[in-house]
T-cell receptor, first 117, second 111 residues
């Protein structure tokens, strides 16, 4: 059973460009979470999605950031007009239960390290 | 907002020593998770705790969910060099299961 897959592992963008980060959850998981980690810090929640729905986006910056999890295909975190402050590691996690059951557990992917020049 | 205080910030120990780290929260959590992260990788789940008072082991690791639901600890017994990494606690308690992460404990083990 493959784990959470993320690509690319490393992404370099110039200021003003767009960054697209992809996440494929574990098989059988329909709940996806995105987190951001700045150097020397813990992970910070950004957004929680279930297939075709955004459940909680309380951690997403109001501008330039968007996320989707279509019926088919991976979840996408999109950052438009990147700035240097967007440089960070972005992690995706998936879980089997989401809010539908107690005792849910999130499993993380290897992350995408975004560098903005 | 919810905050997690994790301590100690770092530990430098000799191989074979036991290690203890803990997290405290300003609010109640329903789930506590402990992860280990190595450089350039994502967090790897070590132990999951779902009930107040629960004590769970995974090999040399033992973790407990505090009775007040506001704290948790992780113990590592007889540490080995491959235990090196950053250990994070994470809790969830809201309606959407989003995780709140601690600030991490850097563990260094000298052979």
């Amino acid at each position: 059973n493959a784990g959470v897959m993320q690509n690319p592992r490393h992404l370099v963008r110039r200021r003003g460009q767009e960054a697209r980060l992809r996440c494929s959850p574990m098989k059988g998981h329909s709940h996806v979470y995105w987190y951001r980690q700045l150097p020397e810090e813990g992970l910070k929640f950004m957004v929680y999605l279930q297939k075709e729905n955004i459940i909680d986006e309380s951690g997403m910056p109001k501008e330039r950031f968007s996320a989707e999890f279509p019926k088919e295909g991976p979840s996408i975190l999109r950052i438009q007009q990147v700035v240097r402050g967007d440089s960070a590691a972005y992690f995706c996690a998936s879980s089997p239960l989401g809010t539908s059951g107690g005792g849910d557990t999130q499993y993380f992917g290897p992350g995408t390290r975004l560098t903005v020049l | 907002g919810q905050q997690l205080n994790q301590s100690p910030q770092s530990m430098f120990i000799q191989e074979g020593e036991d290690v203890s780290m803990n997290c405290t929260s300003s609010s109640i959590f329903n789930t506590w998770l402990w992860y280990k992260q190595e450089p350039g990788e994502g967090p790897v789940l070590l132990i999951a705790l779902y009930k107040a008072g629960e004590l769970t082991s995974n090999g040399r690791l033992t973790a407990q969910f505090g009775i007040t639901r506001k704290d948790s600890f992780l113990n590592i017994s007889a540490s080995i060099p491959s235990d090196v990494g950053i250990y994070f606690c994470a809790g969830s308690g809201g309606a959407t299961n989003k995780l709140i992460f601690g600030t991490g404990t850097l563990l260094a083990v000298q052979p």
